[in-house]
């Protein structure tokens, strides 16, 4: 597997893996699947996995943690705070509200290091960002984290350019977490501008469209009863409708390059710079090695451009998320 850098202290596999469908949003999983996808990732080469403490809530942090354990040496765990979470509730639900004050900062460094089972959170990203604390409190507290051990690097996540340059003036900050994909472009421009700038790594979450670019969702009847894009806008019918037109251009790309829709849009996102490293999920062996195989395929600047316009904003039905949703970004 190629390596690429978050940052100036974070060396990682070029496709890293999404832990959060594994007992999040999706419907989850059984543990021991999981684990066995988890371990497999790091056999073929990915060095680079993805949780939060809201996910569950706290239960994917402590699969990750007994997943990797015998590799912790080998890994790069990354995990996020900045949510009020209500432990009575689970799944989306549990989310009550933004939460990034420095004493809460502390509180969930605490807790994600024994859930993990670590001595040290490798990327310790804010998950939103909390519009009522200002940036500069928030990544003062993450920054004692560093001085005292207990992080290495920080993160950001769906912030704004003007968000970022404040953060990273207060200490560098190695990646910013973002939605990015062949139908989500948001952070083109402005976004990966300033990053690439600053020398900040950018983590595209979702780059294959929440499993839309793959072309296995074909309806709305192919989600569980738990499964959380049942109610977001691009999968309503309507629009589904319009955006599979999309992904079988897509899909049709690919098989004359002789690789999978997911591949092609996983090597599109690779290909728009070499500080960009995206964390497709993944539940099951075959579609993780599928994921983690696309940073071998290359795409020409005429393939590139030829999805960009294909996919192109204005062609996407529908938008990223329903009004109100607690982890709308807050810029």
Same mark, same amino acid.
């Given at each position: 597997?190629?390596?690429?850098?978050?940052?100036?202290?974070?060396?990682?596999?070029?496709?890293?893996?999404?832990?959060?469908?594994?007992?999040?949003?999706?419907?989850?999983?059984?543990?021991?699947?999981?684990?066995?996808?988890?371990?497999?990732?790091?056999?073929?080469?990915?060095?680079?996995?993805?949780?939060?403490?809201?996910?569950?809530?706290?239960?994917?942090?402590?699969?990750?943690?007994?997943?990797?354990?015998?590799?912790?040496?080998? $890994?790069?765990?990354?995990?996020?705070?900045?949510?009020?979470?209500?432990?009575?509730?689970?799944?989306?639900?549990?989310?009550?509200?933004?939460?990034?004050?420095?004493?809460?900062?502390?509180?969930?460094?605490?807790?994600?290091?024994?859930?993990?089972?670590?001595?040290?959170?490798?990327?310790?990203?804010?998950?939103?960002?909390?519009?009522? $604390?200002?940036?500069?409190?928030?990544?003062?507290?993450?920054?004692?984290?560093?001085?005292?051990?207990?992080?290495?690097?920080?993160?950001?996540?769906?912030?704004?350019?003007?968000?970022?340059?404040?953060?990273?003036?207060?200490?560098?900050?190695?990646?910013?977490?973002?939605?990015?994909?062949?139908?989500?472009?948001?952070?083109?421009?402005?976004?990966?501008?300033?990053?690439?700038?600053?020398?900040?790594?950018?983590?595209?979450?979702?780059?294959?469209?929440?499993?839309?670019?793959?072309?296995?969702?074909?309806?709305?009847?192919?989600?569980?009863?738990?499964?959380?894009?049942?109610?977001?806008?691009?999968?309503?019918?309507?629009?589904?409708?319009?955006?599979?037109?999309?992904?079988?251009?897509?899909?049709?790309?690919?098989?004359?390059?002789?690789?999978?829709?997911?591949?092609?849009?996983?090597?599109?996102?690779?290909?728009?710079?070499?500080?960009? $490293?995206?964390?497709?999920?993944?539940?099951?062996?075959?579609?993780?090695?599928?994921?983690?195989?696309?940073?071998?395929?290359?795409?020409?600047?005429?393939?590139?451009?030829?999805?960009?316009?294909?996919?192109?904003?204005?062609?996407?039905?529908?938008?990223?998320?329903?009004?109100?949703?607690?982890?709308?970004?807050?810029?």
């Amino acid at each position: 597997m190629q390596t690429r850098k978050l940052g100036k202290d974070l060396t990682v596999s070029a496709i890293g893996l999404g832990c959060m469908g594994m007992s999040h949003a999706y419907g989850g999983q059984d543990e021991a699947t999981s684990i066995r996808t988890l371990q497999r990732a790091v056999e073929i080469g990915v060095t680079f996995f993805d949780t939060a403490e809201v996910y569950g809530p706290f239960v994917n942090e402590e699969l990750v943690g007994k997943a990797l354990k015998p590799f912790r040496d080998q $890994v790069v765990i990354a995990t996020k705070f900045g949510f009020r979470i209500d432990p009575t509730k689970t799944d989306s639900a549990a989310m009550s509200g933004l939460d990034s004050r420095p004493e809460h900062v502390r509180e969930v460094a605490e807790a994600s290091l024994k859930r993990l089972g670590v001595d040290v959170i490798d990327l310790f990203y804010q998950h939103r960002v909390d519009p009522e $604390v200002p940036i500069e409190d928030t990544v003062g507290a993450m920054a004692e984290l560093v001085k005292q051990g207990k992080v290495k690097a920080l993160g950001l996540s769906e912030a704004s350019a003007d968000i970022i340059r404040r953060a990273h003036a207060v200490h560098p900050i190695s990646a910013l977490q973002s939605e990015y994909s062949l139908w989500t472009r948001d952070p083109e421009g402005d976004i990966l501008d300033t990053c690439r700038k600053l020398g900040i790594g950018f983590v595209p979450f979702s780059p294959l469209g929440r499993g839309f670019l793959t072309g296995k969702i074909k309806s709305t009847s192919d989600f569980g009863e738990s499964d959380l894009r049942a109610k977001m806008p691009r999968f309503e019918a309507d629009n589904m409708a319009a955006n599979l037109a999309l992904v079988k251009l897509v899909e049709e790309m690919a098989a004359q390059k002789g690789v999978t829709a997911a591949q092609l849009a996983l090597a599109w996102v690779l290909a728009k710079g070499d500080f960009i $490293v995206p964390i497709p999920g993944a539940r099951k062996i075959p579609n993780m090695e599928q994921n983690a195989a696309a940073a071998d395929v290359t795409l020409t600047a005429d393939e590139v451009s030829k999805l960009d316009d294909m996919l192109s904003p204005d062609k996407i039905a529908g938008a990223r998320y329903g009004a109100g949703a607690a982890w709308t970004p807050k810029r």
